[in-house]
């Protein structure tokens, strides 16, 4: 019979925790899909969205204006909310 030996633990990798490259890549396709999203966004909302979702009998300028005003408002959103929520934690504290 043998002695037993010692077992030596699993790498981090092994152990179901994503390794550093896989955080990296998971971060930069994100990354990417989220600037697609906004860079079509952005051209639809100057060639289309103005005649599309405004009335008839507004003007082109503010129809553009318009779009690209609900456009700021999904870029600025997620930072604002982060804001709010940070200020908003910070006055639960004792």
Do not use: C
Not at 21 to 35: D, K, L, N, P, S
């Amino acid at each position: 019979m043998k002695p037993s030996s010692a077992v030596t633990p699993p790498s981090p990798s092994a152990a179901g925790t994503p390794g550093i490259r896989t955080v990296a890549w998971a971060t930069m396709i994100g990354t990417a899909i989220e600037w697609y999203d906004f860079f079509t966004y952005g051209i639809a909302a100057a060639l289309v969205f103005n005649k599309l979702f405004f009335p008839a009998d507004t003007s082109p300028l503010a129809g553009t204006l318009l779009a690209f005003s609900t456009y700021a408002v999904g870029v600025r959103g997620p930072a604002h909310r982060r804001r709010r929520l940070r200020a908003l934690r910070r006055q639960d504290r004792p």
